[in-house]
Structure formats: C-alpha cells, structure tokens
C-alpha cells in the first residue's frame, strides 16, 4: 500500500494516519532523523503525515548531497535503525519496552498460520471429507434408497422384490460370477445351468459388474442377501449419478435433488422391479457428469477450459465401461450415445477452434484416448460370447414381430404399473387394454412431466439447450414406442437393420430410461431458477433469507416427484431350497421343468453349483426344449436312455410342484429300467440313473 494511497484512505475516513504517513514512499531520507528521535510527539508525526507526499520531498531535497552523502546518510540510518530495533527487543525481553506504540501497519499482515501435528491435520481432512456436499450427498441417496424400496430390506434373506423368478436368476447370476472367478475363471461363461450347452452365462445380462459382491458368501440365502443389498444400492447410484450430472451442469442443489429423485423412482420403474439389470442405469448418469467434468463443460457455463481434468474424464471412461458389464440391455443404447455424442463434440470443437482457440490438453487427449480404448475393449470383449450364442442359437434373435408384441402405444406414457402406490389402482382400467403391461406402463410421473414443461419457459438453461433436451425426449419415446410409431420405419427400425446388437434388443420401451433423465433435466433447470427467484425476494427482506414458508416452496417439488415413487411391490417370499440339492452331485436334472421354475432352481444350486440341465433365460435353448419333451413319460426306459447319453446321472422331483404340469403322476409310475434307484430326500424324491 503506498503513502499516497495511505493518507488518502485515511483523509476518507477520517482518522488519523500512522507516524510514517507521508514520506513512507519516499527514498527514505527522514529515517535518519525518526532514529536520531525515536521519542518524537505524536502531534510532530502526526503533522508530517499530513503535510503528505509533498512534505517528504521538502524533506528529502535539502539531504540530497552528492551521491557518496547520500548513500552515506542510507547506510548509517540502516544502522541506528537496527540498533534501534536490536534495543527495543531487549527491552520486550525484559520487560522495559516502556509505551512506544507497534507498528500499526503490522494489523495488515497474514497471521502466523500455527503448525498442526499429523492427527489434527487428519482430523480436519475427515472433517471436510464428511461435511463435503458429495459425501451428504451419498448419505442422503442411501437412505432415500433404503426408504423407497421398503420393505426390501426388511426380510433381506427371505424375500424378493416383485416375485422370485428373474430375481432369482439374476441372484445366481451374482453368485456364479463371484464363485468362478475364485475358482476357474477360464470357465466363466459356461455355467452350470443349461447343460451340456456352452456360453450359457450370456444366455441373457450377465450383471458381471457386480462379481465382487458375489465373492462374499455362499448359498442360497446369501444369494438372496446380496440381492436386496445391490437392489436397495441400484436405486441410490441412480439418485446420486442424476444428481451428480444434474450439479455438473449448472443446477442448484435441490434442483439436482429432483433430477436424481425423478430418474431413480419414476413410476414406469416400479415395473422393472424383478429386472435388477434395468435398475443398475446409475452408470450412465455418473459417467456422463464425470466425463463432463474432466472436459470442463457445463450445460448452463459452457465449455471452461481452466476446469479440465484428465483424471476425471479418465474415470468417466472407467466408470463406463463398468455400466456396459452389467449388461447390453441398456449398456448398448448407452454405448452409441457416447460414440454419438464423441463424433458430435469433436466435429463441433474443430469447427469453433478455428474461430476461437479453444485449448484441449495433451493429458485430456490421452485420457480420452485410452479410455475410450478401454470403453471398447470391454465392449468387444463382452460382446463375443453373445455374437456366439448368436451363432449356436439362431431362435435367440429377435424379429420384428417381437419387437411389435412388446411396443407401447402412446397412452402408455400416462399409465403407471400396479406396483406405483398411488396411481396403480386408478389405472387398472388403462393398463387392461395395454397388451403386455409390464413392458408398457411407462409413465416417468405427472409432477415430473409438469416441471419439464415449466422449464420450458423458465428455466437456468438457455433456449437453445431446452429445446435440445426436449428434442431428446420427443426422440427417445419415439424410439421407446417401437414399430408403435408409424411402424418404426424411420425410428427404431433403422437401428434394429443396421446397428449391430441391436436385434437382440426385446423391449423397446427401456428406451425411456433416456427419456426419464431428460425430463429430469428440464425439470431441474425450472426448480433451479425457482431457488434463485426465492433468494432474490428474501434479498429484499429483513432478515435477508427465505423465511420458513419460502422454504418449504421450494423442496415442494423435490416431495411431489418421491411421492410419485412411492411402491406397492410385492415381496413374495423365496421358496426353501430342497435338502436334495445339497447332496446329489451333476449333471442332474429337477422336474419339473420350464422358464418360471427353473429359475428359483439355479438359485438353489448356489451351494455347490453342480451342473444342471435346468435354467431360465430370454430364450430356451432347443437342446433343453427337447430334453422336457423327452422326459414327460419318466422313469421310463426311453426317457432315462435318452438322459444318460447326454450325461445326466441323477434326476430330482419336487413332489410339490408336479401338479397341473406335463410331469404330474410321475410318482406314481414303476421304475422298470435297469439300473435305476429311487430314493427320499425330504420333500424330493432322487432317482439316480
């Protein structure tokens, strides 16, 4: 700060400037005389101070001699004035520094910052850690999971959600990929299910990003376990992954807060609550706000390149990739909208870059680079054992006329599924004309449809990205609608023709996913510039902050999209593994046999995972089609000669499940075959061939 500056601000205020006001700036030539006097009156300093920079050139010009002088004069100033100083630290030292003043300049300086030992300093780093807004964040996203799924996790070894058949499946296929990769890895994608086929693992989503939660327990019990666990988790990776992309792109916190609260429990949702591998989307939204993140860009700021990260963008890569090992079901539309979107951002920042220098990075471009490789390794690898069970299992592909038994018409955006709590009785009637309402049920929730539309037109977005988000959505539920939508012929048939993959995609209505995040987008923009509006009316006010009313304004959107989510899931209870499938060893085969009963079977096999003809899937194999046929008319001679050419050496019959099935009065039939032993195991009975 400079003497003039000084004396300004101190005429300004009216005080008084300290005892070096005016010449302070000056060569310095009155430190001699405040030395030769350190005892001066204030009333003295305080004159020279306002005498002001000219003064102290009054004072300086009488001094000026000839060089050598002058610099003699500087040289003993300097030291009577370390003497002075050396004097006054004796006299602090003891005690007789007597009332001269400190320097008041010294009020200005930084305080000394106190040196903290190792234990303060990480006290303080988990202190931030746990008051950071990400860490409140994930907190709040758990138990907002924990409370929206209930009663999941009020039995969590007992029950499943919505009923015990691709629950059942899928919690098989958590334990199977965590038991061989402890085991056999090689064996990965043959699984014991199936038999005698191969590449039964990728017989449907495999859920292979969650094989380290299948490395931790054993059974069929902890099978189910570990399937709440990642159900209640799926829900709270969602929530937190839009929010977390929501923040990224300029929203508020509450306005995030409805993003992530409307992606994660949108009624249509509550349908796919036995389809855990449509649940696990919260990749999608996580990797798209890290990869934002690490490029600088912000939907409501832009594109800053002071905020680029290569780590982020790097683990926005990594992140998904892990997405796409759960499964193609939703992993394959999300692979095509990044390479769309990459193609669109490059093309895009070549073309401003020559208008405006627009700086990339070295490192950003690698990370780019090798996670993208890394995207596509995983894709590729994936995707092989399917391209397989393509090849061996041409009935696997889809057609067209699949395509058109599960596409929606248009009322199915305004119809929510039996599971919503407060819309599914009221539309019991729309869902009776729906043909498979299941697949069909797709309302994202009214509250969540009437934010969209008021952002609109008020919103923290500009105009042109509004009405790209609502391009998204119009697009996404024409795609959603299937061959619903003029026949598909420009929409989704195009891509069922010529993207590979995507004939292995049943049920076009997933494709609301897409629409789900946009609308949860134009949402949090609208609530966004509502939080702000707020702010800007209790500036004017007395105390300036929202008072209580204000408040509860704007968390009352936040409440009415969780209210929209709440669930009416059943929660069917698993049926107990016989006592049969803990002893007999494999090949084996349990009757009876179809889609919907094998499923709580391959669960069953958890414990020791022995091979099996057995298993449910998104399609049946004709090797285990014939196989059922075969074995209608056991323990006959045929049946069991036809069994043990492929291998199966004991059979297993559920005595409670026989009636109304192909199987029933099996029991009752002699065993006349050489070679063939019946035994009782409980509420089975065990033939061994």
Avoid at 194 to 203: H, I, L, V
Avoid at 287 to 294: D, T, V
Avoid at 504 to 511: E, V
């Amino acid at each position: 700060m400079t003497t003039e500056q000084s004396g300004t601000t101190g005429r300004r205020s009216g005080a008084e400037p300290g005892p070096d006001g005016g010449a302070a700036a000056q060569d310095r030539p009155d430190e001699k005389e405040a030395a030769d006097a350190p005892s001066a009156g204030k009333a003295e300093a305080a004159g020279k101070a306002d005498a002001g920079p000219r003064a102290g050139k009054a004072d300086a010009e009488p001094g000026a001699g000839t060089p050598d002088e002058a610099a003699g004069k500087k040289a003993e100033a300097r030291d009577e004035a370390a003497g002075e100083k050396a004097e006054s630290g004796d006299k602090a030292a003891t005690g007789t520094a007597g009332d001269e003043p400190a320097d008041p300049w010294s009020a200005f300086g930084p305080a000394p910052e106190p040196v903290l030992g190792r234990a303060r300093r990480a006290v303080r780093a988990a202190g931030r850690f746990l008051v950071h807004e990400w860490t409140l964040a994930a907190v709040a996203a758990l138990a907002l999971a924990a409370a929206m799924t209930w009663p999941t996790l009020r039995y969590p070894r007992h029950t499943l959600p919505q009923d015990y058949w691709d629950p059942s499946l899928q919690a098989w296929q958590m334990a199977w990929s965590g038991h061989i990769l402890r085991t056999d890895p090689a064996m990965l994608w043959h699984a014991n299910t199936f038999y005698p086929e191969n590449w039964s693992f990728a017989f449907s989503d495999t859920l292979l990003g969650y094989a380290p939660a299948g490395l931790i327990g054993v059974g069929p019990e902890h099978a189910v376990l570990r399937y709440n666990i990642m159900f209640v988790l799926a829900h709270a990776l969602a929530a937190f992954g839009a929010y977390a992309l929501a923040r990224q792109l300029g929203a508020g916190r509450i306005g995030g807060a409805v993003a992530g609260a409307g992606f994660a429990y949108a009624p249509w949702l509550l349908a796919q609550a036995g389809h855990l591998h449509i649940l696990s989307n919260g990749g999608i939204p996580l990797a798209l706000a890290m990869l934002a993140r690490g490029h600088g860009w912000s939907l409501r700021y832009g594109y800053r390149p002071r905020r680029r990260h290569a780590g982020w963008a790097f683990a926005g890569w990594l992140v998904a990739a892990w997405q796409l090992s759960l499964g193609f079901g939703i992993g394959l539309p999300f692979a095509y909208m990044l390479a769309g979107t990459g193609v669109v951002a490059v093309v895009l920042w070549f073309v401003r870059r020559r208008r405006v220098r627009r700086p990339f990075g070295r490192r950003l471009f690698l990370a780019d680079v090798f996670g993208g490789l890394a995207f596509a390794a995983v894709g590729a690898a994936l995707a092989v054992p399917y391209f397989k069970v393509a090849e061996l299992h041409p009935n696997a592909e889809r057609t067209l006329g699949d395509i058109g038994l599960y596409s929606p018409p248009a009322s199915g955006f305004f119809t929510a599924p039996a599971e919503s709590r407060v819309w599914g009785g009221l539309h019991e009637g729309a869902r009776a004309v729906l043909p498979w309402h299941p697949e069909m049920t797709l309302l994202p929730g009214f509250a969540l449809y009437a934010l969209a539309a008021g952002g609109l037109f008020f919103s923290v977005w500009r105009v042109r990205h509004r009405i790209f988000l609502l391009a998204g959505v119009l697009v996404t539920m024409a795609l959603a609608m299937g061959t619903r939508f003029f026949g598909g012929r420009f929409t989704y048939v195009p891509l069922f023709d010529y993207l590979p993959g995507w004939s292995g995609l049943r049920t076009p209505g997933r494709m609301m996913l897409w629409t789900t995040l946009l609308l949860g987008l134009l949402a949090a923009g609208a609530v966004t510039a509502f939080c702000m509006r707020v702010r800007e009316l209790a500036a004017e006010r007395v105390p300036p902050w929202p008072g209580p009313w204000l408040r509860l304004a704007t968390l009352l959107p936040l409440a009415l999209v969780l209210v929209e989510g709440l669930n009416a899931t059943p929660q069917p209870v698993v049926p107990r593994q016989p006592a049969a499938m803990r002893t007999v060893d494999g090949p084996m085969l349990v009757l009876p046999s179809s889609q919907n009963l094998d499923q709580p079977v391959m669960l069953w096999s958890t414990d020791r995972f022995q091979p099996m003809v057995n298993g449910g899937s998104g399609f049946t194999p004709r090797s285990q089609a014939r196989i059922r046929e075969a074995t209608v008319s056991f323990p006959d001679y045929a049946s069991v000669d036809y069994l043990r050419q492929i291998g199966v050496k004991n059979v297993v019959v559920l005595r409670d499940e026989l009636d109304g099935t192909p199987w029933e009065g099996l029991l009752d039939r002699p065993v006349d075959t050489p070679g063939v032993t019946r035994e009782q195991a409980g509420d089975a009975v065990v033939f061994r061939l």
